[in-house]
């Protein structure tokens, strides 16, 4: 699978970005695990939410629980993650990717990783 994560940028803290993750085609992204994670300069690799399978239901670490909101179109074999209220400490490059389904979302052997975008909060 090819997976590509775009959206990112420059936002000021308070600010909001919507970040996209495209899968190619064949690889539908709706039987599938699919994450989003986050990795800041000198720390390591976060996970941020995820979407099991078929389950249209996303969890979230408590870090972006509240701020950040996973969805997923079908029709778009996408993912998305919507982040309001972004921080400073949000700075970080962000990739999204798959795993087979039947795990937590902690427990899944993510395989499929795609390029990141970069994500800075300043002022």
């Known amino acids: 699978v090819q997976l590509q994560a775009s959206g990112g940028g420059l936002v000021q803290p308070g600010g909001s970005l919507r970040l996209s993750c495209v899968a190619s085609?064949?690889?539908?992204?709706?039987?599938?695990?699919v994450g989003w994670f986050r990795q800041a300069p000198g720390k390591e690799r976060e996970a941020i939410s995820c979407?099991?399978?078929?389950?249209?239901?996303?969890y979230y670490t408590n870090s972006t629980k509240g701020r950040f909101t996973m969805s997923r179109d079908n029709n778009k074999n996408a993912v998305y993650l919507e982040m309001n209220g972004l921080k400073p400490e949000d700075t970080a490059v962000y990739s999204c990717?798959?795993?087979?389904?039947?795990?937590?979302?902690?427990?899944?052997?993510?395989?499929?990783w795609g390029r990141g975008t970069l994500v800075t909060v300043s002022s």
């Open positions: 979407i099991i399978g078929n389950d249209d239901i996303a």
């Open positions: 085609s064949g690889f539908p992204l709706k039987y599938f695990t």
């Open positions: 990717a798959t795993g087979p389904s039947g795990y937590e979302c902690n427990k899944t052997p993510y395989n499929g």
